[in-house]
């Protein structure tokens, strides 16, 4: 049961993703050829290789880059406490991200986002190898039993056993009456926020409030109150 889990001992967690160029014309001829052969299937007949590269390329681990991970912890004064790893040099952002796990109060960490199972924890895990660096321990799942694994997935809390479902973190929040993420820019804005406007701040903020509400999605299938930010 949910409810029997330390709130204090969850890290919950998003991530922000973008293609790792903004443009089809800057890739590789070797890297062109590999995104063909990739999504070949995925693509048919109805987009280019360019086209398909611009809707699908930030959300493959392959082809796209990390902008911003934001994490989020309870304190003992029962707010959340939000601290973000965002820029543009990944190998920075990342290694920055992993030093937390070096803190004692995460050794034993569980690990909770929104479709995390299938998106932040992979995208992770393949990033930091990606980046010649071996994942946080929390990241790591060769030879666990999936009872050893420390993460936590609110889709598939909701999905309970119902492996066709899906659900935006939006729609949750909505079902809940938790304030909505989503009332500045969305994920499909991502990439054009970081590579037009060059705004990482205003993609900070996003993922920032996709933490808040991932905490209180979290609390209310516990049937707990919403929980208030934490500010320095």
Request: glycine share 6%.
């Amino acid at each position: 049961m949910i409810q029997h889990i330390p709130i204090e001992r969850i890290l919950f967690l998003d991530i922000e993703t973008v293609p790792m160029a903004e443009n089809w014309e800057e890739l590789s001829d070797t890297e062109k050829k590999l995104w063909d052969k990739k999504t070949k299937n995925q693509r048919k007949e109805e987009f280019s290789e360019a086209e398909f590269y611009t809707q699908r390329a930030g959300v493959m681990a392959e082809f796209g880059k990390i902008i911003c991970i934001s994490v989020g912890m309870i304190e003992s004064n029962g707010r959340l406490k939000i601290k973000s790893f965002a820029g543009d040099n990944e190998y920075q952002l990342l290694h920055d991200f992993g030093a937390i796990f070096n803190s004692s109060r995460l050794q034993n960490v569980l690990i909770c986002a929104h479709n995390g199972k299938e998106f932040d924890f992979p995208w992770i895990a393949r990033r930091f190898l990606i980046n010649g660096m071996m994942p946080p321990v929390p990241f790591q799942m060769f030879g666990k039993k999936p009872w050893e694994i420390p993460h936590i997935d609110t889709m598939e809390l909701w999905k309970f056993g119902d492996y066709k479902s899906f659900i935006s973190l939006e729609l949750m929040a909505h079902l809940f009456g938790v304030p909505t993420p989503k009332d500045d820019i969305d994920g499909s804005m991502v990439a054009k926020v970081y590579y037009k406007d060059r705004d990482i701040a205003r993609i900070t903020a996003y993922c920032e409030k996709d933490v808040l509400t991932l905490a209180n999605i979290f609390r209310k299938l516990r049937q707990e109150d919403l929980l208030k930010r934490y500010e320095d």
